[in-house]
């Protein structure tokens, strides 16, 4: 092997760990700020009711929000002077991370963090109270993965940040760890956590580009690899017996079969 082709291995290995990495680290992130978020609310009832809706626009290598709202109106020229749920601003948040006001309909949006990323506009009145109604938030969100590649290209970068799980350095000095307590790779949270999150980080924003058995599929293997997590969670902390753990770990990697096959069997009855 040549000292270039090893230099463009180890580069993109890298480079496959460090993405890995902040994709985790994001999507937990993201996931600690909705659980904590809280800001004074304004409940509302009745006929005409706010609305926000936004699109991703790409305009060559930049990006739009396009935010529509009804029943609401941007007043900038308001701010602190009143707290009428029909006028204020909306709330960019990027990944669970406040960004800035809207106060038009076009936002613009230089770059993205790579991986999946969670855009989300809440309405908010001119006291920055959040705008409610029936006890939940008058908002709206979207996926989007950057950089932009098609379901197979998704695909194959899952199953080669699922690989990095297990043949990066640190999973193989894991691995060599567990196997020294006669467990599996397989049998540990950190690992099946770092499964979980290279495929929900990449797949999930593909949902609508799966058939219905692939949706299906993936939604099962999320779940199953969420409940093995804390099984061997569980057992780390001593409040599970390793033969417990392995009997639901084998009847959770099972209910993925299960859940294609209840789906197989509904779309086949539904042709007799």
């Known amino acids: ?30 996931i600690k700020f909705w659980k904590e978020y809280y800001n ?18 790409k305009i060559g290598s930049y990006f739009q929000i396009k935010t529509d709202v009804e029943n609401f109106k941007f007043t900038p020229e308001q701010d ?7 006028y204020g601003y909306g709330k960019l948040f990027m990944n ?13 949006i230089r770059q993205f963090p790579e991986g999946s990323n969670e855009i989300k506009v809440i309405l908010s009145t001119n006291m ?30 899952e199953h080669a940040m699922s690989t990095q799980c297990e043949f990066s350095e ?19 949270s950190k ?23 692939q949706a299906v599929h993936h939604e099962a293997i999320l779940k199953s690899l969420l409940n093995r997590i804390e099984l061997w969670k569980k057992y780390e902390t001593n409040t599970m017996s390793l033969e417990k753990a392995r009997q639901l770990n084998i009847e959770y990697e099972n209910n993925i079969h299960s859940a ?7 779309f086949k009855n539904r042709g007799r």
């Not at 004074?40 to 626009?57: A, D, F, H, T, Y």
């Not at 640190?170 to 540990?188: F, H, I, P, T, V």
């Not at 099946?192 to 580009?209: A, E, M, P, T, V």
């Not at 294609?260 to 509904?266: G, L, P, S």
């Open 128 to 157: 920055d109270h959040d705008i409610s109604h029936n006890n939940t938030l008058v908002s709206d969100e979207l996926l989007f993965q950057f950089p932009e590649y098609n379901f197979a290209e998704a695909r194959a970068k």
């Open 191 to 213: 690992y099946l956590q770092c499964r979980y999150d290279s495929r929900n980080s990449i797949l999930s924003s593909f949902k609508n580009k799966m058939t219905k058995i």
């Open 40 to 57: 004074p609310k304004i409940e509302v009832s009745g006929n005409r009711i706010p609305s926000v809706k936004i699109q991703l626009i």
């Open 170 to 188: 640190e999973g193989l000095a894991d691995r060599s760890k567990l196997q020294k307590k006669g467990l599996s790779l397989s049998e540990s």
């Open 96 to 108: 669970g991370k406040y960004i800035s006001r809207v106060y038009s309909q076009y936002t613009f």
């Open 260 to 266: 294609v096959e209840e789906h197989v069997q509904k």
């Open 1 to 30: 092997m040549t000292a270039l082709k090893k230099i463009t291995i180890l580069f993109f290995t890298y480079f496959i760990l460090w993405s890995s990495a902040f994709s985790h680290e994001d999507n937990n992130s993201r």
């Open 80 to 86: 602190r002077k009143n707290n009428n749920f029909r």
